[in-house]
């Protein structure tokens, strides 16, 4: 099993440019997280969604950022328009339902 | 409100001593508790749950930890700490009322110095 699969690894962006990571999660994993980490926040959880439907958004900043679940084995996370203050490693993890997560490598994103 | 505290930024232990990374928890109903340890620039990875049954779980690396429900701990304990534990500790909890709600710590950071 490759795991959950993020791409890119790195991204380094100018502000007010888009930016969007992928996530593939593990087969049969029904349920998918995004999360940002920073040294000044932590762990934050953004989003997760269940058999692709988004159940919990309340930690989406505001609305530059979006996330889609278009089938079970593809998500993204969009940033429109980037600033400095995104700069942050994103993490995908997926898991069955009510079960342990299995977090990606991450995304490291650098807006300047 | 639900939550879960790490009471300990860090913890520092000597190398061959036992070492606890403390995680209490508030949830309603049963809470299903794991924990998680993040290496340097690596994701999150799974290290042991509870969900029901024995109160002592072993997990991964030879970590272990005690749920107790009286006082709503599940500290995660090793015998004898190597150097090459050091690193980012998340306790999580997931609990159900009507959807699931993933709740993480905010992390406590081991250091076992040789």
């Known amino acids: 099993d490759a795991g959950v699969i993020q791409s890119p690894r790195h991204e380094v962006t100018e502000m007010g440019q888009e930016v969007t990571l992928r996530c593939k999660p593990i087969s049969g994993h029904n349920s998918l997280f995004w999360y940002r980490q920073t040294m000044m926040r932590g762990l934050e959880l953004l989003i997760y969604f269940n058999n692709n439907v988004p159940i919990d958004d309340s930690g989406m900043p505001e609305d530059r950022f979006s996330a889609k679940m278009p089938n079970a084995s593809f998500s993204t996370l969009k940033i429109q328009p980037s600033e400095p203050r995104d700069s942050a490693v994103y993490f995908c993890a997926s898991s069955l339902e009510g079960t342990e997560q299995y977090f990606g490598p991450g995304t490291r994103l650098t807006v300047t | 409100a639900q939550s879960v505290a790490q009471p300990e930024d860090q913890v520092n232990v000597a190398e061959g001593n036992p070492l606890t990374v403390k995680c209490t928890y508030s949830?309603?109903?049963?809470?299903?508790l794991f924990w998680y340890v993040q290496y340097p620039n690596r994701g999150l990875q799974f290290l042991l749950k509870?969900?029901?049954?024995?109160?002592l779980v072993k997990g991964s690396y030879g970590f272990e930890a005690e749920f107790n429900k009286s006082q709503t701990s599940f500290h995660l304990k090793k015998p004898s700490a190597l150097v090459s534990d050091s690193a980012l500790y998340f306790c999580?909890?997931?609990?159900?009322?009507?959807?699931?709600?993933?709740?993480f710590g905010t992390g406590t950071r081991l250091k076992v110095l040789a």
């Open positions: 509870y969900i029901t049954g024995d109160n």
């Open positions: 999580a909890v997931i609990s159900f009322s009507g959807t699931y709600k993933y709740i």
């Open positions: 949830v309603s109903g049963n809470p299903y």
